[in-house]
């Protein structure tokens, strides 16, 4: 049974500044990217940050669903062929230049979650990379211009999918959006390609993260032994954008821009 929530009007309002905080927070990371850095530096730094902001991190000591256990940082840090949940406290990760890493967040204010991700360029990256992380961000655009109320969850992930297509990428299916508001993942799921279903109708009120994952190769994606990393199969650099939106009854209210 799907448990999809629409938020309060006060729910709202706590959303829209716990959004503000949190992209106050990613722009500082993205300054901080260069190549030496160790990445641990940046988990420090969001930690420093959200603790400042009087907020938490959504991640640690987060257990989702099937976890053998909690994720051990605040922010997760993939980097070229990590696509998501890359650990940045465990294993020394020096970034190089040339290299691509996703930063994503999750910051809980006043007990309303926010979820955002960019992926930002370590130094000058090639062309190819550069491209790759324009189209993914320009899916997830083209899903929040979908994510109109009376519309269905499946006009997002079809808007995502027809520009990956478009360019030739691999499509993750493992993972995707999801809503968020009062836990880190709630319903509905939001794949980034059309399973075939059309899914739930998009109401006013309702808070999704919209996050296109799109890699250079295959779709195919592997678990690392940590138990949170996942990686491409095949070893080439992937992306990832993710915001956080208010589905109103024309066009989705970005919170996390």
Do not use: Q, W
């Not at 987060?62 to 949940?85: D, F, M, Q, W």
Request: hydrophobic residues 40%; charged residues 25%; contains cysteine.
């Amino acid at each position: 049974m799907s448990l999809i929530t629409i938020k309060t009007k006060e729910d709202i309002a706590t959303l829209r500044e716990g959004g503000r905080r949190h992209a106050a927070i990613l722009r500082e990371l993205e300054n901080m990217v260069r190549p030496g850095l160790d990445v641990k530096e940046l988990n420090d730094r969001a930690d420093e940050l959200i603790k400042a902001g009087g907020d938490k991190s959504a991640f640690l000591h987060y257990t989702p669903r099937g976890a053998k256990r909690p994720y051990p940082a605040s922010l997760c840090v993939s980097i070229n062929e990590e696509v998501v949940h890359g650990i940045p406290n465990e294993v020394v990760k020096i970034l190089k230049e040339g290299d691509i890493v996703s930063l994503d967040l999750g910051l809980i204010h006043d007990k309303m979650v926010t979820d955002a991700a960019i992926t930002v360029p370590v130094g000058k990256i090639t062309p190819e990379l550069e491209e790759l992380l324009r189209v993914t961000k320009e899916a997830l655009m083209a899903g929040i211009k979908a994510a109109k109320g009376g519309k269905r969850v499946s006009d997002i992930s079809m808007a995502i999918e027809r520009i990956g297509r478009a360019h030739g990428y691999g499509i993750v299916e493992e993972l995707s959006g999801h809503g968020v508001g009062y836990d880190v993942h709630e319903d509905p799921y939001v794949p980034n390609f059309s399973n075939g279903k059309p899914g739930p109708i998009l109401k006013p009120g309702m808070v999704i993260a919209i996050e296109p994952m799109f890699n250079l190769g295959s779709k195919e994606v592997v678990l690392d032994m940590d138990g949170y990393t996942f990686t491409t199969a095949d070893g080439l650099s992937s992306a990832h954008f993710e915001h956080t939106v208010l589905i109103t009854k024309s066009d989705a209210e970005i919170l996390t821009a």
